[in-house]
T-cell receptor
Framework: DSGVTQTPKHLITATGQRVTLRCSPRSGDLSVYWYQQSLDQGLQFLIQYYNGEERAKGNILERFSAQQFPDLHSELNLSSLELGDSALYFC????????????FGSGTRLTVV | QKEVEQDPGPLSVPEGAIVSLNCTYSNSAFQYFMWYRQYSRKGPELLMYTYSSGNKEDGRFTAQVDKSSKYISLFIRDSQPSDSATYLCAMRENNAGNMLTFGGGTRLMVKP
């Protein structure tokens, strides 16, 4: 167990629907990162939050949004889902500040049918 | 063209072999170079990182960075079946927050 908890582990939903993925960071970590892993694109950075504030944004679609709550857990909201959104979504956490010490969760596998 | 290129494999070797995994990149601003190991149905875990150019050794693993050629390598000595996994290189600029740019990963299979 890495200390980063992601729920649910698997999610199957229909096109056009909206889902929420949840991440609890490792104890003591203030930063949360969301990554999408697909077969053709590899691991792609989506967005970072630090202590509740958005810190950096990657190639995140407008249909996707995220937030980090006061208890530091984070949620990634995916709406108007398309078949191409099927992927593994990983959350990682770190203490914050310049670091290479990320801890990844086990991911949520999203299947859009 | 992707910023970080990595041969997807799969790479199949016998137990005990020396394994060489490589990545090339195009962004000269990358300063931190990392190798992650990812087992099936798990998240990536950090193996090693190197800052700027040079070599770093940790047990059976050696990471090399050649910034002049924009080329990084991970060597695994005395490979074991438990090393079978996907290996991802990742890179970060010095002042770009903590955003990592990953290679696509190389799948390694070590056969007993």
């Amino acid at each position: 167990d890495s200390g980063v908890t992601q729920t649910p582990k698997h999610l199957i939903t229909a096109t056009g629907q909206r889902v929420t993925l949840r991440c609890s960071p490792r104890s003591g970590d203030l930063s949360v990162y969301w990554y999408q892993q697909s077969l053709d694109q590899g691991l792609q950075f989506l967005i970072q939050y630090y202590n509740g504030e958005e810190r950096a944004k990657g190639n995140i679609l407008e249909r996707f949004s995220a937030q980090q709550f006061p208890d530091l857990h984070s949620e990634l909201n995916l709406s108007s889902l398309e078949l191409g959104d099927s992927a593994l979504y990983f959350c990682a956490s770190s203490v914050g500040g310049p670091t290479v010490d990320y801890t990844f969760g086990s991911g949520t596998r999203l299947t859009v049918v | 063209q992707k910023e970080v290129e990595q041969d997807p494999g799969p790479l199949s070797v016998p137990e005990g072999a020396i394994v060489s995994l490589n990545c090339t990149y195009s962004n000269s601003a990358f300063q931190y170079f990392m190798w992650y190991r990812q087992y099936s149905r798990k998240g990536p875990e950090l193996l090693m990182y190197t800052y700027s150019s040079g070599n770093k050794e940790d047990g059976r693993f050696t990471a090399q960075v050649d910034k002049s050629s924009k080329y990084i390598s991970l060597f695994i000595r005395d490979s074991q079946p438990s090393d079978s996994a996907t290996y991802l290189c990742a890179m970060r600029e010095n002042n770009a927050g903590n955003m990592l740019t990953f290679g696509g990963g190389t799948r390694l299979m070590v056969k007993p």
